[in-house]
């Protein structure tokens, strides 16, 4: 190697790049290629590598293929959330074409905060957009943001909402603080994460008791909203879930959304886990009423499989989005509006931001559409299938029937056997399954999401599960 090699400028030559990137997309495809057999979850290497990779950065170049190795053996670490034994939580696996079209729209680089420095670009984020907003069955005119995941999403929903309830008063300021948000038990607690971030005290959050099949009872929504208007209060935002975290099940949104326009109260729904089955024929049934929503979180990084930080919010009004986020500074003095193109740096928290548009729009131009419904009808299936057959067997309590993916189950007997029990179970490193509590009792949560998770690994997952729990049962 000669020393102008050595010396590995900044602005890479195009012979670099191309060394560079197939040395990386080289180590990827051999990532990919290994993911079947990799434990499920290795801690094994852990404590070693974190003193090789908190050394700081030489000050002249290093070896790339070193690094990557550094990379690989950090990467291999913890929970394989890529991988198909993964069960827990939200697996979605990463699609590798949205990882290619990352790499893609940072080396353009090009600024898509506003439509004028890049508009072909936002065109083109917008366009998925919209498609998303028709799919989901939002009028014309709807629009909305990607967003890095749910919870950023949430926060902006929650910020237009209350925007929507400040236009109609003179006093925008006051309204905050007599504000109420209806929630469940069951709702994911990015919702009192935004509200305490926009300011909302805790005690204006109503926790609307649940029905023994976990959805938000309507009734008693309606009597603690005008209970709270009566006490002077002010309803604003109604939350419904389509596919709560712990168990995937569905509010009664058709309900829900008619409560809340007799009301006049936002009605936001989140879809962040359940929102991509709406491509499926069994989604839309089993998610309809999504459509009366004013605001719509879903996590393409949950049920489309992309990588992590990627979420969408989908409004009905994207005025209300603006209005609530929009801010001018001099040093923006050049830009101005383009066409009917959105600045998305207007519509959210974020000014700068990668492309992200992109991320979405080629895999799901590459792959077409159809090539996402096959995968979750094939895990809806597959999930109806794990629940009959652990429903079956006598061992277990299976109390709820699955409104999409997430199945719940317990060894019957006390919590600390079911802890045990999952414990044995992930120390088999094929699978990896997470747990949740409901009414104070212990449940195995397994969620079946990974476009990598097929058949026959949930067949394993199956006899792992039975032969733990004979160890358990005797
Ligand atoms: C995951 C999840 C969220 C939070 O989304 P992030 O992308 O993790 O920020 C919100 N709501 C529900 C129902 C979720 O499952």
């Not at 979850?41 to 950065?57: H, I, N």
């Not at 509590?437 to 998770?453: A, E, H, K, P, S």
Request: proline share 5%; hydrophobic share 45%; glycine share 10%.
């Amino acid at each position: 190697m000669t020393t102008d090699e050595r010396a590995l400028p900044l602005d890479l030559d195009p012979s670099a790049i191309a060394r560079l990137g197939r040395h990386a997309v080289d180590f990827l495809a051999d990532w990919v290629r290994e993911l079947d057999s990799a434990p499920a979850s290795d801690y094994e290497q852990a404590e070693r590598l974190t003193t090789a990779l908190r050394r700081p950065p030489g000050d002249g170049p290093g070896d790339f293929g070193a690094l990557l190795e550094l990379f690989r053996e950090a990467a291999g670490q913890g929970v394989d959330t890529a991988g198909p034994g993964y069960l827990a939580y939200f697996p979605a696996g990463g699609l590798v074409t949205a990882a290619l079209a990352e790499l893609l729209a940072e080396t353009v680089n090009r600024f898509t905060g506003v439509a004028q420095t890049a508009p072909a670009l936002v065109a083109m984020e917008h366009g998925v957009l919209t498609w998303f907003c028709d799919r989901f069955g939002l009028p014309p005119g709807a629009g909305g943001l990607v967003t890095t995941g749910g919870s950023v999403g949430t926060l902006s929903a929650l910020l237009a909402a209350r925007q929507s309830l400040a236009d109609g008063t003179a006093a925008a300021s006051h309204a905050l603080g007599d504000g109420t948000i209806y929630v469940t038990e069951h709702t994911h607690y990015c919702v009192a994460k935004a509200a305490r971030i926009a300011g909302l005290p805790a005690e204006r959050i109503r926790i609307v008791p649940a029905t023994a099949d976990l959805r938000m009872d309507v009734p008693s929504a309606a009597t603690m909203i005008a209970a709270d208007r009566a006490a002077g209060l002010r309803p604003f935002l109604l939350v419904g879930t389509a596919g709560t975290t712990s168990s995937g099940t569905v509010d009664p949104l058709a309900e829900l959304g008619e409560l809340a326009r007799r009301e006049g109260l936002w009605f936001h729904v989140d879809a962040a886990y359940g929102g991509g089955f709406q491509l499926t024929e069994r989604g839309r049934a089993r998610l309809s009423g999504m459509e009366t929503a004013d605001s719509i979180v879903l996590d393409p990084h949950k049920s489309l499989f992309l990588p992590y930080g990627t979420g969408l919010l989908l409004v009905r009004d994207p005025h209300v989005l603006h209005a609530a986020h929009a801010a001018d500074g001099r040093y923006l003095q050049d830009l101005s509006p383009t066409g009917d193109l959105p600045d998305f740096g207007h519509l959210g928290v974020e000014l700068t931001r990668e492309f992200r548009g992109l991320r979405l729009w080629l895999p799901l131009h590459l792959h077409g559409v159809q090539a996402f419904e096959r995968e979750l009808d094939e895990k809806l299936d597959l999930t109806a299938d794990l629940h009959r057959r652990l429903a079956q067997d006598a061992r277990f309590e299976v109390p709820w029937q699955p409104d999409l993916t997430v199945v719940l189950f317990r060894l019957r007997g006390t919590d600390e056997r079911n802890r045990r029990f999952l414990a044995e179970i992930n120390a088999t490193r094929r699978v990896y399954l997470s747990s949740t509590t409901i009414d104070g009792r212990f449940f195995l949560r397994l969620c079946v999401l990974n476009f990598r998770t097929h058949a026959d690994r949930l067949e394993e997952a199956l006899g792992i599960i039975r032969t733990a729990a004979s160890r358990e049962v005797r």
